[in-house]
């Protein structure tokens, strides 16, 4: 078995309340790496077509990679891979912190959870025991104080993962949380949980991986502490928010629902006064040199001393420009909210904005949302609705469905307004003015997704990813499918590793296709080239393929008819659309570079042969 990996794979079977240990075979950790890769073996192998995702047969996949654990800087991510309630698909959620960093000290490169649990448990990791422990008493209770009460009866040395009422209650869009600021956040692994009446996990861990070469790690290590004091300082400084300036220069930040792609108060909720006015401290996941994560806390006002990591630039973008909410204390509080009761604040802004649009032109109104006034930039009612959201009551019950469904039963009419892809609600980067996003959204295996391939970044800067002789044009068609192959193939491998994106952003350059393959020798001693790591983010991608066109997911010309239709307004990028004949193209010229069928079905040996 090459180092880096522990060889080790425990499934969990909540009904029967067994645990079983299995052996990895070291050609499946060469073929398909770790993390995302080993998932989606193991959910299109281990799993029936057409399963309902909120069945006890859903499959909960964790899984880490060879360098998570290790000292390789910011590889301490944790995956967690199912069929999602949201969508109906593949589902696929990353957390940072330290869940990820533990596992793999606890000797487990894959955690397996199946069945559903007669009664509420806690799963229990500690340093490779695992064992099933009563969760009565936390059922009920929101994230933050569930692991309160954990640390309480478990201790500091354990790592937490919880969900809120949103994951009890089923709700489509409920996420994971860890450490009260990181999240397993999208396509409802929340929901997940709650099926199987699994509340929480609690994992120690305290043996180190081995590496092939730990001088060389140190050096490798150096060398990009060094490169983050340069390229980076950014983030360090405000965190994901400080991108906001930069979309919405270019008139691709989504703005009242998706109708406008400048913020004109953005001024109002930008990094900079976050920065100055509630800010207060840096936090690092494992071995990061970045400390990305910010703490705020608001000093005066109505929401004063709520506290709260964050905002993200999704969650700024979600419920800031999209439901025009222009109070940072505001921003503030919904993040604690949507926290403690579990909701993933990408689809719940999403939903709010589409509730909010669907209020303004009178197609719901406050008999139908039980008194709720449903205006944009009303945040007392938007909180309001929240609750009804995760306890899955009145109007809420509805919303607590997503967008797709949402928008279904309400009609038409607002089907119109609706804006998802395959049923997952879109991140905050519009791609009428961003072509590589619209062929990246259609394409991503689990919906609408800028981390599938990050190709808004090539897209602002207008460079190219891998080659800096190349410039990208965001409103151009052309050339973009050549460059998302290859973005998503990178990002499988670091998804399989598990890097952190933020060092390997593409146009900055800290850690790309060399030094993953540098990284990846010194830690497992496997030589592998650029060519072959590349191939394997290939199989990768054509795996979870296969596996979305077995569970039927939509045709990815399938696309939210404000995208194709109505033009943008405002900005850099106003008067931009999706052309449907171009993205058309863009998807046939993607499927032949894949080497898959016209319709986009890969052959089952470029998904299973190594």
């Known amino acids: 078995m090459p180092k880096g990996y522990t060889g080790k794979r425990v499934h969990v079977d909540l009904s029967k309340g067994k645990v079983r240990v299995l052996k990895l075979e070291e050609g499946f950790c060469r073929t398909y790496l770790g993390g995302k890769g080993f998932a989606a073996k193991i959910l299109y192998e281990e799993t029936r077509r057409g399963i309902n995702p909120l069945s006890p047969d859903n499959l909960l996949v964790f899984a880490v990679g060879p360098l998570v654990g290790t000292a390789a800087p910011g590889a301490n991510r944790l995956v967690a891979c199912f069929k999602s309630p949201l969508t109906g698909i593949w589902g696929e959620s990353y957390c940072g912190g330290e869940l990820g960093t533990q ?39 929101d994230s933050y104080e569930a692991e309160r009460i954990l640390i309480e009866e478990a201790g500091r040395e354990f790592q937490f993962a919880t969900i809120g009422p949103a994951g009890e209650n089923l709700v489509k869009f409920a996420c994971v949380t860890h450490a009260r600021g990181r999240q397993l956040g999208r396509c409802g692994v929340g929901a997940v949980f709650g099926s199987k009446n699994l509340k929480a996990i609690a994992v120690r861990g305290s043996r180190l991986p081995e590496v092939a070469d730990v001088e060389a790690l140190a050096g ?64 690092a996941c494992y071995g990061c040199p970045v400390a990305c994560r910010h703490i705020s806390e608001v000093a005066e006002g109505v929401y004063a001393g709520v506290r709260v990591e964050g905002p993200e630039y999704e969650t700024l973008f979600a419920w800031g420009s999209l439901c025009d909410i222009e109070s940072l204390g505001a921003l503030v509080k919904v993040n604690e909210v949507c926290d403690r009761l579990g909701l993933d604040t990408v689809t719940a802004g999403n939903v709010l904005a589409f509730a909010m649009e669907c209020y303004e032109r009178k197609i719901i109104d406050s008999k139908k949302t039980g ?23 009145g109007f809420g019950k509805l919303l607590s469905e997503g967008v797709r469904k949402a928008s279904k039963k309400l009609g038409k009419t607002a089907e119109k307004l609706a804006v998802h892809v395959k049923g997952l609600e879109p991140p905050g980067y519009d791609p009428r003015g961003l072509k590589a996003m619209a062929l990246a959204y259609a394409v991503s295996c689990r919906g609408a997704c800028h981390m599938r391939s990050l190709a808004y970044r090539p ?19 052309d050339g973009q499918p050549a460059m998302v192959v290859e973005l998503e193939d990178f990002y499988a491998v670091v998804d399989s590793m ?10 900055i350059g800290l850690v790309l296709w060399r030094e993953l393959e540098e990284v990846y020798r010194i830690v497992t001693g496997v030589k592998a080239d650029v060519s072959t ?10 795996l979870i393929r296969l596996y979305n066109v077995r569970e039927k997911a939509p045709s990815d010309m399938v696309y939210p008819e404000k ?43 470029q998904a299973l042969q190594p």
């Open 371 to 393: 008194g709720i006034k449903l205006e944009f930039g009303n945040v007392d009612e938007a909180l309001r609705m929240l609750r009804e959201i995760a306890y899955r009551k």
């Open 563 to 605: 995208w194709l239709k109505k033009k943008l307004k405002g900005g850099a990028s106003a008067g931009q659309v999706v052309s449907g004949k171009k993205l058309k193209r863009m998807l046939a010229e993607y499927y032949r570079l894949r080497g898959w069928t016209r319709t986009g079905r890969p052959k089952k040996e």
């Open 220 to 283: 490798f290590r150096w060398k990009i502490f060094k490169a983050v004091r340069e390229k980076l300082q950014s983030l360090s400084t405000y965190g994901t928010p400080a991108i906001a300036v930069l979309v919405n220069k270019a008139g691709v930040l989504p703005t009242r629902n998706w109708n406008e792609g400048f913020y004109e108060k953005l001024e109002e909720i930008s990094p900079e006064v976050f920065k100055g006015r509630f800010y207060t401290r840096r936090r």
């Open 103 to 141: 596992l793999k000290w606890a000797g487990i490169d894959v955690l397996t959870v199946a069945g559903r649990s007669s009664k509420p448990v806690y799963l229990m990791v500690d340093d490779g025991a695992v064992e099933l422990k009563d969760a009565s008493h936390l059922w009920g209770k």
């Open 459 to 477: 897209n602002l800067t207008g460079k190219h990813p891998f080659n800096p002789e190349k410039t990208v044009d965001r409103l151009s068609y």
């Open 498 to 507: 598990i890097y952190c994106h933020f060092f390997c952003f593409p146009v």
């Open 533 to 542: 790591l590349r191939k394997a983010g290939a199989r990768i991608n054509s």
